[in-house]
């Protein structure tokens, strides 16, 4: 099975601070996906990663795919009260069926 | 915007008892899908339908699980006899271009 790591597991910064999260692969990455999860709530889709090398970015969100490292990171500038919540990535297998397994996520606390 | 729903938000239940859990996906998406989240740990892929039938399940979607399409617009998961080890949050997803998934809000249910 496709097995996610991310770190770090919590964030807290103060806002207005940068931070980036890390999603690693124990394989190789058919697509990364992000979301977002407030406590008890559902995820809500941030991006989908494709092709090594790709970077996308949603208002002051950024990710990014390096596909040789089996990896991604997610990055937030000048970060705000409304980004705290549960990043998660989560990542499929290659196949057309969709089945997306997912990290533990990553708990971002962002205080004024 | 178009979004999957989710109903009931929570649901309490006796060990033993069946449950239904209701899903109306995205009206043109193609991919329905049903994961778990027990409290504190990662979600889980349980099952994905496509073309009126499953299309991959999971080792958590024993014989106690079913899925249903009834008609053009739900998409139901039920639970026939349910354990202490069910309670969780359900989630509901489906796709258009598999596996970029949109989520629903989730039902919690609760067993006791």
């Known amino acids: 099975s496709q097995e996610l790591e991310q770190s770090p597991q919590s964030l807290i910064v103060q806002e207005g601070k940068n931070l980036t999260i890390n999603c690693t692969s124990s394989?190789?990455?058919?697509?990364l996906y992000w979301y977002k999860q407030k406590y008890g709530e559902g995820l809500i889709f941030l991006m989908m990663l494709q092709k090594g090398g790709e970077e996308k970015s949603h208002e002051k969100i950024t990710a990014k795919l390096d596909e040789k490292k089996q990896q991604s990171s997610l990055h937030i500038t000048a970060s705000q009260p409304s980004h705290a919540g549960i990043y998660l990535c989560?990542?499929?297998?290659?196949?057309?069926?969709?089945?997306?397994?997912f990290g533990r996520g990553t708990q971002l606390t962002v205080w004024p | 915007e178009p979004e999957v729903t989710q109903t009931p938000s929570h649901q309490v239940t006796q060990m033993g008892q069946e449950v239904i859990l209701r899903c109306v996906p995205i009206?043109?998406?193609?991919?329905f899908y049903w994961y778990r989240q027990i409290l504190g740990q990662k979600v889980e892929f349980l099952v994905s339908?496509?073309?009126?039938?499953?299309?991959?399940k999971s080792e958590i979607f024993d014989d106690q699980f079913s899925v249903e399409r009834p008609d053009g617009s739900n998409f139901t998961l039920k639970i026939r006899s349910t354990k202490l080890e069910d309670s969780a949050m359900y989630f509901c997803a489906s796709s258009l271009l598999a596996p970029e998934a949109f989520f629903g809000q989730g039902t919690r249910l609760t067993v006791v």
């Open positions: 009206s043109n998406h193609l991919y």
């Open positions: 394989k190789t990455l058919y697509g």
């Open positions: 339908f496509y073309n009126n039938e499953i299309s991959e």
């Open positions: 989560g990542a499929g297998r290659g196949s057309t069926l969709g089945r997306l397994y």
